[in-house]
C-alpha cells in the first residue's frame, strides 16, 4: 500500500511538472509574437512608428525594470518626438538617432 501511494504520489508530480512547462511553452510562445510584433515596429530607425504604436512599445521597452513609471514617461516622451523606440528591453540606442542623441541639461540620456 505504500509503495502505491509513493508511485501515486510521484504520478502527480510529474503530471505537474509537464503542465507547468506546457503552459510556459504557450505563455513562451505567446510572448515571442508580442515581441515580434514590437521589434517590427520598432525596428527601423527614426519616424518608423505612428503616434498609436509607442505606448505598447515602450511598454515592452520598460517592461524589466524597477524604474516603470519614469521610465514609460521618458520613452513615451522621446517616442512621441522621435516616432521610434529601440528594441529590447535597454540598450540599442543606435537604432533611433534621435532617440539616441537626446540629452538633460546634465548631459545624461533623456530616454530610456
Same mark, same amino acid.
Given at each position: 500500500m505504500a509503495l502505491a501511494g509513493k508511485l501515486l504520489v510521484l504520478l502527480a508530480v510529474a503530471l505537474l511538472a509537464v503542465s507547468i512547462i506546457a503552459e510556459h511553452k504557450v505563455?513562451?510562445?505567446?510572448? #515571442?509574437?508580442? #515581441?515580434?510584433?514590437?521589434?517590427r515596429v520598432s525596428k527601423g530607425g527614426q519616424g518608423s512608428l505612428k503616434i498609436y504604436q509607442c505606448k505598447p512599445a515602450c511598454e515592452y521597452r520598460c517592461s524589466d525594470t524597477k524604474y516603470r513609471k519614469p521610465c514609460l514617461f521618458f520613452c513615451n516622451k522621446c517616442c512621441n518626438t522621435c516616432l521610434c523606440v529601440p528594441s529590447g528591453l535597454y540598450g540599442h540606442k543606435y537604432e533611433c538617432g534621435c532617440y539616441n542623441d537626446w540629452k538633460t541639461k546634465e548631459g545624461r540620456p533623456k530616454c530610456p
Amino acid at each position: 500500500m505504500a509503495l502505491a501511494g509513493k508511485l501515486l504520489v510521484l504520478l502527480a508530480v510529474a503530471l505537474l511538472a509537464v503542465s507547468i512547462i506546457a503552459e510556459h511553452k504557450v505563455f513562451a510562445s505567446g510572448t #515571442e509574437e508580442h #515581441e515580434d510584433n514590437v521589434y517590427r515596429v520598432s525596428k527601423g530607425g527614426q519616424g518608423s512608428l505612428k503616434i498609436y504604436q509607442c505606448k505598447p512599445a515602450c511598454e515592452y521597452r520598460c517592461s524589466d525594470t524597477k524604474y516603470r513609471k519614469p521610465c514609460l514617461f521618458f520613452c513615451n516622451k522621446c517616442c512621441n518626438t522621435c516616432l521610434c523606440v529601440p528594441s529590447g528591453l535597454y540598450g540599442h540606442k543606435y537604432e533611433c538617432g534621435c532617440y539616441n542623441d537626446w540629452k538633460t541639461k546634465e548631459g545624461r540620456p533623456k530616454c530610456p
